[in-house]
């Protein structure tokens, strides 16, 4: 399976929150860019330093999203489908981060975001951590992680990972 067949399987897979542990943001921000310009999904990412900036399309600064609490509060009320990579995602978040997020995974009748975490390492909390899909880089899935489980109206629900192999970016 191509690269962008595995982006589109982690977009359309019904997951809300997805994480990367990597130090390669460039290459994994290069293949969302191309499915972005293939799809015409819109494509958001943020950094402390800058906050939310729109990659596709017409490249806009959004304002007052530099804090991470702002640019959730930012995810949560845009009206339209996004694609949102958060680089440099904190080992430790504040609570209301977590919230937030828990939040964002639970509207079962939105579904206007695909928040992508990107770190070195991120040991999310058990909610967002157990609900959350996971993108492996460089290495195949394992067989338990070739399923994982989110909620759906207060019941656990199976959904399919994105493939049997994880997506890789880039040489190993």
Sequence with gaps: MNQLQQIHNIVTSGFKVAKVETTRYDDIIKLFAQYSAKTSKALFLW??????????????????????????????????????????????????????????????????????????????????????????????????AGEQRRQVNGQQVRKSSVSDQAVHFGPR
């Design 47 to 144: 950094h402390q330093r800058s906050g939310i900036n729109r990659l596709s399309g017409k490249q806009i600064a959004m304002k007052n999203t530099r804090l991470l609490t702002e640019a959730i509060n930012f995810i949560e009320a845009a009206p339209d489908f996004g694609i949102y990579l958060l680089k440099d995602f904190p080992e430790k978040y504040p609570v209301r981060i977590s919230y937030q997020l828990q939040e964002i995974m639970s509207q079962q009748t939105i579904s206007n975001c695909l928040i992508v975490l990107m770190g070195q390492h991120l040991p999310l909390d058990s909610v967002i951590g157990k609900f959350a899909l996971t993108i492996q880089c460089g290495a195949p899935l394992n067989k338990t």
